[in-house]
C-alpha cells in the first residue's frame, strides 16, 4: 500500500492548462504503475493515464489523446499530468491511483487511491 497524493488543479478558461502532480509514499520503491482517473457528478469513472514509474509503457484514454502528458520522476516519487486545451467537457474530479501493474490500474482496480482533486474548466 502506498499513500497517493494529489495537488495542483483548480479552475481553468477552456483552451487553458493545468498540471496535477502525484506524490507516492510508503511504497516498496520497486516500479509499479501510478495513474489518474477522473469521475463527475452522475458519470463513470474514466481512466485518464497512467505509466510506469520505470518509465515503461503509457496509457491514454481516448478522451484525452494528444491533450494530455504523463511523466514519471521515479527520483521524486513523483508523476506529473500536464493537461493542455482544456474543454469544459474536462471538468471532474480526478484521482491518482497506483497499482503493481497498469493493466489492472486501467481495469479500474488500484490497490491505492489519492483523495481526489477537483479540475473545473469554464468556457
Known amino acids: 500500500q502506498v499513500r497517493l497524493v494529489e495537488s495542483g488543479g483548480g479552475s481553468v478558461q477552456a483552451g487553458g492548462s493545468l498540471r496535477l502532480a502525484c506524490t507516492a509514499s510508503g511504497d516498496s520503491s520497486s516500479s509499479h504503475c501510478v495513474g489518474w482517473f477522473r469521475q463527475s457528478p452522475g458519470q463513470e469513472r474514466e481512466a485518464v493515464a497512467a505509466?510506469?514509474?520505470?518509465?515503461?509503457?503509457?496509457y491514454y484514454g481516448d478522451s484525452v489523446k494528444g491533450r494530455v502528458t504523463i511523466s514519471p520522476d521515479h527520483a521524486q516519487n513523483t508523476v506529473t499530468l500536464q493537461m493542455h486545451g482544456l474543454k469544459p467537457e474536462d471538468t471532474a474530479m480526478y484521482y491518482c491511483?497506483?497499482?503493481?501493474?497498469?493493466?489492472?490500474?486501467?481495469?479500474?482496480?488500484?490497490?491505492?487511491w489519492g483523495q481526489g482533486i477537483q479540475v473545473t474548466v469554464s468556457t
Open positions: 491511483a497506483s497499482a503493481r501493474f497498469c493493466r489492472k490500474l486501467w481495469d479500474g482496480s488500484p490497490t491505492s
Open positions: 505509466t510506469y514509474t520505470d518509465g515503461g509503457s503509457i
